[in-house]
């Protein structure tokens, strides 16, 4: 009877793992079930794990594999000697006619198939045991890119076959318990995109470091998507809020960070190479390489793959350079995040700081101490000591055997898709990737501690610092009447805490991210022209790529408070704007051609009165822009904007009239707009105000500070700065009744009830609707509001 050892993928599905491997089973399977989701997948075609069998007994490999594995099991070899030992018997085998006579004829039907006599195709090897829910096996056998013609294919084929005995694939084996010999492999030869004139990437239906399952994670680079997989660039990053996907007209984009890509693979003309590395050009670096349709578009791939298999997923995307189209080109399970818990996480938290060495993109949310052990080259990689830093350029699948040693890893290359962050995942290692020059600043032997506990920033201290572990559990808290809401200041950590059953954002601090990531003053962007000239060619260099330097900030800041009001969608998020004080503002760049001198800025031109102020009015219209971008572009209607320091009703018209000027109109398109009460003047006159405000938000440090007279920056007087001195809480008690007397919602967002049970324990007595929280304290004040909740109905 004949046997077929060829499969098109139109003919396989999920089913078939056991005939195909992951890889080309998922393949087949988007081919079909996924067409009428306008999901493209290039055409092709695979060899059954039959043909391996048959290729490995025909050659009669199998006593020879089993004899150089049991000398390595005894000692008797070394990895390396046994891998390089067994690939050699694939690469001298031949391969038998009936294997390659079937190969030939699939490869010359794939030509008349796209129409090419001899078309470039993509060689990639699936395994029986790869790809599975919890065993992603990442990069462990080869792949082998623009592969041209029948004698080239079947030599590719086979260094397929010996790469399922690679040192990496061998020592990945014996971690996860697989019998060698019962692995299979098939191959895929699959129709090359030309992405080599265009870009490509990976994608995630997850946040792969935090496990937040509503975002959706893209890295691009230039070129073939290689480099991207090994890490060899730091490559552009976007993440997409899945729920707004659908929402007709929202464009969810809540991060674009542009990557500095210096060079790209592209396909090689002539002579053996198949593929070479080239530089990329100044204005590629300086532009990214999706336009936001593609996101959006991979986005919704992204989610009917995840829908239609039932888990996150982790998928490779490219983009053909001739015609414009997108593909994806390999999807597989998400092995790390879809298997952590949704009610109970582990959180860091350093003790101390000091001055980073270095700073990369986090990977995982853990903190490491211990010696850096710096090897440049993986030749070199025997000198790794277990338990230290591993501290190089980049990573590739030849360097898992001493990862998975190591108590962090720091790499100068790569993005949160790269080699190095996806085994430091898999392997739970800690890792910052993207760093720059590490690898030259941090000295052989030099005591480190490496934090991936402060967001999406990594960063390396000089020391081995202190650090808490604190295991933090929320499946079984109490349902409460009080809104229990969370404090987020930084984009980079907001999807740190979603797994927190908050009802919302109680207060996004906006020049946070006006400090943090835009880094400008922005009447320096609308006014360059009164700063220095350094000034000027610094803020060319950040807002590269923006035809109007205000685009920069509008842009910026749109996303970082989307970013802020995603975890907790659709609850509300409640953004305050700016509040810095003129020596604050003074301190960003160019700041300080626009700020006066303040004898005591905290009681100066700050809040509420700098928005109308032609001072700073200018400025304002650019926050105004960012919310109204948030709200009808990105689609996040969930935002509320607050308004801090309002000293006067008069004052509170001023500023909703600038508001409405610039397009953010209280009750248009259901804007509410709330009010930070923090002024004395606040409270006495509470019943105006709350006829121009849909809500309060009781600031108590400056309300402390105002109704003692207490400086709460000075250290002299911080014995006499008292949250629950009588005279604040009768300030407060009073404000809550004025607040419910004129039916409007009032909360606090201040620090007190994150430092003082007692406080929010009067705070519950006294009705307040809700209680936003510092996260890390967001659990342990919960008890004491159910507590205080069941002796006011008691």
Known sequence: ???????WFEDIGIADVPKVGGKNASLGEMTVALSKDGIRVPAGFATSADAYRFFVQENGLEPHIEEL???????AASLQQTGEAIRTLFLEAEFPSLIADEIQAAYQELGSRVGSDR?????????????LPDASFAGQQETFLNVRGARALLDACRRCYASLFTDRA????????????????SIGVQQMVRSDLSGSGVMFSIDTETGFPQAIVISAAWGLGETVVQGSVDPDK???????????????IIEKELGAKATRMVYAEGGSRRTRIEDTTSDERAAFVLSDEDIIQLARWAAAIERHYERPMDMEWAKDGETGKLYIVQARPETVQAQTSRTSFRHYRLKAKGAPIATGAAVGNAIAVGKACVIQTAKDIEGFKDGAILVTETTDPDWVPIMKRASGIITDHGGTTSHAAIVGRELGVPAIVGTGEASRHIQEGQSITLSCAEGDVGMVYEGELEFEIEDVDVGDLPDLETAMMVNIANPAAAFQWWRLPARGVGLARMEFIINSLIKVHPMALVHPERTDPDTQRQIQVLTRGYA?????FVDVLARGIAKLASPYYPHPAIVRLSDFKTNEYAHLLGGEAFEPHEENPMLGFRGASRYYDDRYREGFALECRALKRVRETLGFDNVIVMVPFCRTPAEADRVLETMAQYGLRRGENGLKVYMMCEIPSNVILAEQFAARFDGFSIGSNDLTQLVLGVDR???????????RDEAVTRMIADVIAKAHAAGIKIGICGQAPSNHADFAAFLVAQGIDSI???PDSFVRTIAVVADAERERAG
């Open 772 to 774: 936003s929280l510092n």
């Open 548 to 552: 109007d330097p205000t685009g920069y």
């Open 238 to 252: 976007y993440v997409v809020f899945k729920p707004l996907l659908e929402v007709h007209g929202a464009l969810p």
């Open 69 to 75: 594995l049991s000398h390595f099991h005894e000692g």
């Open 713 to 723: 920056d000075s250290g002299f007087l911080t014995s006499l700065f008292d949250e």
């Open 1 to 7: 009877m004949s046997r077929s050892f060829i499969v």
């Open 170 to 185: 061998i020592s990945y084996r014996e971690a996860k318990g697989f019998d060698h010999l019962e692995v299979a492999l």
């Open 119 to 131: 078309p470039a195709v993509a060689v990639r090897s699936s395994a029986t045991a790869e790809d």
